[in-house]
């Protein structure tokens, strides 16, 4: 079974400065996906950012981007120019198309907060 | 234009009773779940439905059953519901053919007193 895991639960921040939120998996499949979710005090669940297990190259999106290493088994997110908005609930997942089972195995989640 | 909605978005309700929780979703998605977060934030998967096809049913009490009339809709009715019930329930869609990315609804926080 997959697993996912995001060892810091909480983690604070100045505003402009870049954090990196830390997320390990564990899978012997070869074909998968890893995503960063984001839960505002809002409640919703918003795609930050995904990755494909069979792309080297790491994906980026506008002042998030990701260092994926497939050996280690590690996908942490990258968050530049901290904004006050980026104060959240930061999700970390793992999902596998094989068996046509494409659930989302989350982390426990980490508390970011962006402080001014 | 919401993508994926739910309602009711909060729901309180006394133990015992039987309710509903309805999902809807205009992308066009071929697959439909349902996630649960406890209070400690966590998420876990509990339903998937590919074209109204059951194909995932993790461990969740037979009180929850999932019904998709079409692609575009999946409820979940809870019967006699417990004090362990309450948490917020998601529901989410994607599409197999396009990008297997999963987009959430709002969520309903279940509170069960």
């Known amino acids: 079974a997959q697993t996912v895991t995001q060892s810091q639960p909480e983690m604070s921040v100045q505003e402009a400065e870049t954090v990196t939120l830390s997320c390990t998996y564990d899978?012997?499949?070869?074909?998968?996906?890893l995503f960063w979710y984001k839960q505002p005090p809002s409640r919703q669940m918003i795609l930050v950012i995904r990755q494909e297990a069979y792309k080297q190259q790491n994906a980026t999106e506008n002042r998030f981007s990701v260092n994926f290493q497939k050996a280690a088994k590690s996908f942490s997110l990258k968050i530049s120019d901290s904004q006050l908005g980026d104060t959240a609930m930061y999700f970390c997942a793992f999902m596998s198309p094989s068996g046509g089972s494409e659930k989302l195995v989350f982390g426990k989640g980490m508390k970011l907060t962006v402080n001014p | 234009d919401t993508a994926v909605s739910q309602t009711p978005k909060y729901l309180v309700t006394q133990m015992g009773n039987d309710k509903s929780i309805k999902c809807e979703q205009n992308l066009g998605h071929d697959t439909m779940y349902w996630y649960k977060q406890d209070s400690k934030k966590f998420l876990k998967i509990m339903f998937s439905y590919n074209n109204k096809e059951l194909i995932i049913n993790e461990t969740v009490p037979n009180r929850f059953s999932p019904k998709s009339p079409d692609k575009a809709h999946l409820n979940l009715h809870i019967n006699s519901l417990e004090l362990g019930d309450s948490a917020v329930y998601f529901c989410?869609?994607?599409?197999?053919?396009?990008?297997?990315?999963?987009?959430f609804g709002p969520g309903t926080r279940l509170t069960v007193l």
């Open positions: 899978t012997s499949e070869s074909n998968y996906y």
């Open positions: 989410a869609s994607s599409s197999r053919t396009i990008s297997d990315t999963q987009y």
